[in-house]
């Protein structure tokens, strides 16, 4: 079970829009709509900001936004903060009673 | 309000076995089923597995199976997850999750981590 695939890195200036993809398999993100993604600053545990493919938990700002399209889904930062920058997770369920995590990229702010 | 206290760092020898507890709110430990995931310093986060503190029920990912024990102690509202044979390559923070309840396979609280250090 391998994990779902990243890109390691991402940047966008202050005000751009970045996206970040996070590639499985039939069998996990394209089977599911069960995928999330967390943001973890340096020291800090990951949070939640996207659910369910496109859904944002409370207090999770509307420039944050996910989609999904066969088996890669897809978070998008629409006007980048400096806030934003820090390392991103996709995770998605993937039958069998099992979880898995992307590699997780790294978001700059330029 | 969702708490999730774990215990706290460990350093272990290779070949030894460590026990990491959670602490859960009530309310979080009747209510929802706890998830165990990893990061190895500088990496990503790794899903371990997922425990029903209800009626103890596990699941563990295959890369753990075997090595790993998730347990509960329904007087304390803890869970336990034990891993053995230690070696360099599980240092890691380990932390213990909430599964949401409308959706026990996602994740939407975090305890503070554990970190544990395997070294000789």
């Known amino acids: 079970q391998s994990a779902l695939t990243q890109p390691p890195s991402a940047s966008g200036s202050p005000g751009q829009s970045v996206t970040i993809s996070c590639t499985g398999t039939?069998?996990?993100?394209?089977?599911?709509?069960?995928v999330s993604w967390y943001q973890q600053h340096p020291g800090e545990v990951p949070k939640l900001m996207i659910y369910?493919?496109?859904k944002r938990p409370s207090g999770v700002p509307d420039r944050f936004s996910g989609s999904k399209s066969g088996n890669t889904a897809s978070l998008t930062v629409s006007g980048l903060q400096a806030e934003d920058e820090a390392d991103y997770y996709c995770?998605?369920?993937?039958?069998?009673?099992?979880?898995?995590f992307g590699g997780g990229t790294k978001l700059t702010v330029l | 309000q969702v708490q999730l206290v774990q215990s706290g760092a460990e350093v272990k020898k290779p070949g030894a076995s460590v026990n990491v507890s959670c602490k859960a709110s009530?309310?979080?430990?009747?209510?929802?089923?706890i998830h165990w995931v990893r990061q190895a310093p500088g990496q990503g986060l790794v899903w371990m597995g997922i425990?029903?503190?209800?009626?103890?029920?596990?699941s563990y990912a295959p890369k753990f199976q075997g090595r790993v024990t998730m347990t509960r102690d329904t007087s304390t509202s803890t869970v336990y997850m034990e891993v053995r044979s230690l070696s360099s390559d599980d240092t890691a923070l380990y932390y213990c999750?909430?599964?949401?309840?409308?959706?026990?396979?996602?994740?939407?609280?975090w305890g503070q981590g554990t970190l544990v250090t395997v070294s000789s």
């Open positions: 425990i029903n503190p209800n009626n103890g029920v596990t």
């Open positions: 999750a909430r599964g949401s309840l409308d959706d026990i396979w996602r994740v939407d609280y």
């Open positions: 009530r309310d979080t430990f009747t209510s929802s089923h």
């Open positions: 369910g493919v496109n």
């Open positions: 995770n998605s369920y993937a039958g069998s009673n099992n979880v898995i």
């Open positions: 039939s069998s996990d993100v394209g089977r599911y709509n069960s």
